[in-house]
């Protein structure tokens, strides 16, 4: 008898705690501020920012901000890769120029030594 009065106590409690999740997540209890609202319109969820409502669900709020940050990560990639495609070139165009980074450091090194050894020379 009390095993089964506990099995019923458990499978009530399950029970409620399932529903108590489902209905948690069905609330629309998140209030999303005007960057969020922007997100909701990009991701097709809204026509406007007029649209959106004072409350959304925390579910819907979480996918946008996932769709939002796979966008952000693609155009950082796109980025990287037009970035290292510019200094592709731009290394390509010195090197037909005959420029080159030893060159540079050698020219600096002998830029920087006369600097030090006129301001030592006129110190004496």
Known sequence: MLNKS???????WRRSLV???VLRQAIKNHQPN??????LVWCGKYKTEADVPSFVSQDEMERCRNKMRIRLANVMIG???????????SGKQAAKRGDSVTKQNLEWHKQFNEAVADSTATSK
Not at 34 to 39: A, D, T, V, Y
Request: contains cysteine; glycine residues 8%.
């Open 6 to 12: 506990t099995q019923l106590m458990g499978t009530l």
């Open 19 to 21: 529903t108590s999740q």
């Open 34 to 39: 005007n960057l969020e609202k922007r997100f």
């Open 79 to 89: 980025l990287t890769i037009v970035g290292c495609a510019i200094s592709v070139y």
